[in-house]
């Protein structure tokens, strides 16, 4: 195997000016960089990664903590920060904390223990553990899809990375309203994660601004996940004075919505209309075709690493909450006629 001994001969410089080029511990002037880098390629040269870490105190490694990794949702964003990583040289360590506050925290810790650089948390809906445990020893964090907080109000600096939750939400509930919908229900996601929260703000937002009056019958908890909103549509179905309109608040629960609906023999939109929360890559395929919001979630997922290569660039800096901007497709299951031209985007509805 070639070695740096090598590789300086090739290209006429010191072993040192090697080491700068590898590690960026120094300066290296252009052309210089630049016969190293042929002389690595020449030679197949592969730098000693464990040597490396112990010059530079870093592993070029991030630890993934993301719940529901088979959700395409979050499989998206999982492809975005592997591209973010792998653009940059770092490698991913990927746990799942499975939505549960201690599960999360020992992960976490498992995945610093094995001396990631820092992590990327999508935090449960109840994340003091690990907040402690992330602030006594000063982890490099970044929060996505769901927030924690202000950072500007944490003992400890990190930032955060989602899209808009409250004003699509608003959207949806006004797009169904201008069909002429009165009783508009929601299935929500898990009590106590900011998406659940903000989301119920935009569903309320939209019906006030509609002009109609908020029912909690008609907020039904399918805690983020296919079979509990499946219960949860089913409890709506079964309302005396039932919703003739549905928003379901992530891809997961809308799955579950449309089981309730078969089961029961009901067609969308001829018997209920549907929107959703999130798109997903079959949502145009079935008939009718989902109106949805989608989220921008591969570019979640490279912010995020964005954010964490500033974190470790400048650890001292005030944290910050990144929002991306959703889209509102227009499609044809909340009860409007197929278009022959392209689903219909936006990313501005009425102000929440």
């Not at 990794?69 to 979050?74: A, E, V």
């Not at 927030?147 to 989602?162: I, K, R, T, Y």
């Not at 299935?187 to 900011?194: E, M």
């Not at 023999?265 to 949805?292: E, I």
């Amino acid at each position: 195997m070639a070695t740096m001994v090598d590789v300086a001969q090739r290209a006429g410089v010191s072993i040192a000016t090697v080491s700068h080029v590898l590690n960026d511990t120094r300066p290296v002037l252009p052309q210089t960089r630049q016969a190293v880098l042929d002389a690595i390629d020449e030679l197949g040269y592969t730098p000693n990664t464990l040597a490396r870490s112990l010059v530079t105190a870093r592993t070029r490694s991030i630890g993934l903590a993301v719940s529901a990794i088979s959700n395409p949702y979050f499989t998206e964003i999982l492809q975005g920060v592997e591209a973010g990583a792998l653009e940059h040289g770092y490698s991913l360590l990927i746990a799942d904390p499975h939505d549960d506050p201690q599960h999360e925290r020992k992960i976490v810790q498992l995945l610093y223990e094995r001396r990631v650089d820092g992590v990327i948390i999508a935090p449960s809906a109840d994340p003091e553990a690990l907040l402690r445990y992330l602030g006594q020893h000063d982890v490099p964090t970044v929060f996505l899809d769901r927030l924690v907080g202000s950072p500007a109000e944490s003992p400890f600096p990190f930032d955060q990375v989602c899209t808009e939750n409250a004003e699509p939400t608003t959207r949806l509930v006004t797009h169904l309203a201008e069909l002429g919908h009165q009783r508009i229900g929601l299935v929500t996601g898990l009590p106590g994660l900011s998406t659940t929260t903000e989301r119920i703000t935009g569903y309320r937002h939209g019906l006030a601004h509609a002009g109609l009056p908020y029912d909690e019958r008609l907020v039904a908890h399918g805690n983020s996940q296919a079979e509990a909103a499946e219960e949860a549509t089913h409890a709506l179905l079964s309302l005396a004075a039932q919703p003739t309109a549905l928003v379901t608040a992530n891809n997961a629960m809308t799955i579950g919505t449309l089981r309730a609906l078969r089961r029961r023999g009901l067609s969308v939109p001829d018997d209920l209309a549907l929107c959703c929360f999130d798109d997903f890559s079959w949502a145009d395929l079935f008939t009718p075709r989902l109106t949805a919001i989608s989220q921008p979630s591969k570019e979640i997922g490279a912010q995020a690493v964005r954010l964490l290569l500033e974190r470790l660039a400048s650890p001292g800096r005030p944290g910050r909450t990144d929002r991306l901007p959703s889209a509102f497709v227009h499609r044809t299951s909340c009860g409007c006629p197929e278009s022959s031209k392209s689903p219909e985007r936006h990313r501005k509805g009425p102000e929440s």
